[in-house]
């Protein structure tokens, strides 16, 4: 398993924060750096990941699917089958076990399309834990569903009205807070990101991931996979799949970026691919970032939410730079087709973010032999995110839909408004 030097990772990482973050950094690198390699720990969170979550997750094959292409033969690792849709739950419920440790009670989060801020709250209810998640007012009107989820289950949500109302002024906000409440309150960081220990952290608790597909691996297949493939948005599934096949040469390991509509600046998430991102520091940490002409950070689309972010993982910078990780990306269109062509042939609903690695997985797959094994981490399932893909694939009938739906809405509210006066 990857471990950094101090913090860094080749030339990327770090932990660039303000004064006031650095003695809860420590405390947590410290409290990692016990537990990590003591057994009974690890098995404290698999248990957890059992009984709550649903793990382990299948390796499943795609039978007709990798007949039909006529290449290897693929097989998914079933993340979307963790209870609320996707990996992010086995980051957050790993790292509530390092709040109880920490003797902490409240944790924050930020989030952009809810889906790390809805895994919060759940792991703070499980838990026992406070929670308030900061979202941009923006992305609250957006993710309503998520909105009102997070506040049954018991947590706060606040909505941030500076600036753009997204996700950024969300994480800045969210760092205010850190920065007041530092003893008492823990900040659940959502992928392989941000300022020492968190990439490191982050990577250790997805790495359940790639334990189970490398036992599965022997025992369905026989040997390790010729090759594992992810979608790379901050890293954390990617490097889940990944961490533990690092040492197995043969295995290669492939991370597929957002390619978005374009190659033009603002029309897609590629970092790694050469002439995208470039070394800064920025966020806590230095990794390869999209910059514009003036260093400032760069515009970012996909039609993925999760995969739309403008830094990536330093281990991921780390690891493509020495070739142990190969980068390849997957246009909006190729992950339309994949995304169909996994449901016709398969019965399995993919995310959009997933759907990068399988779009990323089929065109390498199709190059390979039928005596070749390929395998690709389904990050997450797509129906909880129906109306996001309904938008990527834009019908009349779902506008319709929509717009009975807005009708419908506005009686409900003139009513409660009739209740009222
Ligand atoms: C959030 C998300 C991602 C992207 O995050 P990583 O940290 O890169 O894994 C990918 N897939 C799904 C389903 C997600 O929800």
Known sequence: MIRSDQGYFGEFGGRYVPEILLPALQELETMFNQLRDDPSFWQEYLSLCQEFSGRPTPLTPLRRLSKELGGAQIWLKREDLNHSGAHKVNN??????????????????????????????IMAARLGLQ???????????????????????????VG???GARTLKEALD???????????????????????????????YFQSVISQEMKQQALEKIGRLPDEVVACVGGGSNAMGAFA?????????????????????????????????????????YKTLFLQDDDGQLGDTHSIAAGLDYVGVSPILSHLSQTGRVIADSAND???????????????????????????????????????????????????????????????PEWTEFLQREAARAQELENASKGEKS
């Open 131 to 157: 929670a308030t998640i900061y979202m941009g007012a923006d992305d609250i009107e957006r993710q309503y569903s998520n909105v009102f989820w997070m506040r049954q289950l018991g947590a706060e949500v």
């Open 173 to 203: 906000e969210a760092l205010r807070d850190w920065a007041a409440t530092v003893e008492t309150t823990h900040y659940v960081l959502g992928t392989a990101c941000g300022p020492a220990p968190f990439p490191e952290l982050v990577t």
């Open 92 to 121: 957050v419920l790993g790292q509530g076990l390092l709040v109880q440790r920490m003797g902490k009670k409240r944790v924050i989060a930020e989030t952009g399309a809810g889906q790390h801020g809805l895994a919060t709250a």
């Open 244 to 284: 533990n096949f690092l040492e197995d040469d043969a295995v290669k390991l492939i991370g597929v970026e957002a390619g978005g509509r374009s190659f033009l600046p603002g029309e897609h998430s590629v970092r790694l691919l050469p002439d995208t991102g470039e070394d800064g520091i920025a966020q806590g």
């Open 160 to 162: 941030v009205e500076t």
């Open 333 to 395: 269109q190729e992950v339309v087709d994949a995304f169909k062509l996994l449901m016709k042939t398969e019965g399995i609903i993919p995310a959009l973010e997933s759907s990068h690695a399988l779009a990323g997985g089929f065109k390498r797959a199709k190059q390979m032999s039928p005596d070749q094994h390929m395998v690709i981490n389904l990050s997450g399932r797509g129906d909880k995110d129906i109306f996001n893909i309904a938008h990527a694939f834009p019908q």
